[in-house]
């Protein structure tokens, strides 16, 4: 399986688990598709057979509502079987809502109060650079959890104790919640911020795998800074429908025409080499 494909599945499932279960989010899970793809894919050290290695990579997903895109990308990878997706957010389920690790397989943290995941993610940092461990700490974060104070509090953190090991991607789809970034609260000049708190600063298109891959290879080459990606990315895309449109920060695909226009897209767009994992399911 190659990164793309990984991509799509994720897409697929965040479709199906959102659809099933009501839950919502699914422009944030389709926003984060490729980053979650490529690091899975091609970056992270960790695999079903290394989760007690303490030499693993670390990914921590800070915007912790997505989480469908992590628990697909598991699944997709072997973690556990990705029949358990269809029990997304169901009462009794281990999958919730905003992503948990109690009892699931390659979660290293719960997340879902926005800038937590990426301070705990900075400790693991800390102690990796302590212990002289070779493992890297990835944390993806929100643009909209950027106006927490704690995301601001860790980049002075990371940058005092040249955290090299660690690095923050950031999905900028320049939405959150109920409006654009813009209209909430201003990041801008966004880049520029970041590195007046002493870090590396990739600007790049999140969607891009070729250019995530690189992003994350530069990351490797500092010596004494903390690095943030910026990637670029359109909340909900995959779906027309969905893009740029805040309605689905919160709404799932209906069934009727929002569920069968979605898996229309994605299927046009569907990678050789890849099969629906819900054969039969829409119109």
Request: proline share 3%; hydrophobic share 40%.
């Amino acid at each position: 399986m190659n990164s793309e494909q990984l991509a799509w599945l994720i897409r697929r499932h965040g479709i199906e688990m959102t659809h099933l279960s009501h839950g919502s989010h699914i422009g944030a899970i389709l926003s984060v598709a490729d980053i979650v793809a490529v690091l899975y894919n091609d970056v992270a050290n960790i695999t079903p057979e290394t989760l007690k290695d303490e030499n693993r990579d670390r990914v921590i997903l800070s915007k912790g509502h997505a989480g469908a895109a992590i628990y697909a990308a598991l699944a997709e990878k072997g973690f556990f079987d990705r029949e358990e997706l269809k029990t997304h957010y169901a009462d009794g389920s281990r999958l919730s809502g905003h992503v948990s690790h109690k009892g699931v397989p390659g979660v290293e943290f719960s997340t879902g109060s926005l800038g937590h995941g990426a301070c705990v993610a900075a400790g693991m940092a800390l102690n990796a650079k302590l212990d002289k461990k070779p493992y890297y700490t990835y944390a993806i974060v929100g643009d909209g959890e950027c106006d927490e104070g704690s995301i601001w509090e860790m980049a002075l953190f990371a940058n005092q104790f040249k955290l090299n090991q660690f690095v923050v991607v950031v999905d900028h789809n320049k939405m959150q919640s109920l409006d654009f970034c813009e209209n909430t609260l201003s990041l801008a000049p966004f880049a520029e911020k970041w590195k007046a708190f002493g870090w590396n600063v990739l600007d790049i298109d999140g969607h891009n795998h070729d250019e995530l891959r690189a992003a994350f290879a530069k990351a490797k080459e500092s010596t004494d800074k903390p690095t943030v990606i910026i990637a670029n990315t359109v909340k909900g895309k995959g779906v027309s429908f969905m893009e740029f449109d805040i309605l689905w920060h919160y709404r799932f695909p209906h069934e009727g025409e929002e569920y069968d226009g979605a898996l229309r897209e994605l299927h046009a767009a569907m990678p050789e080499g890849v099969e629906d994992p819900y054969k039969g399911a829409g119109k």
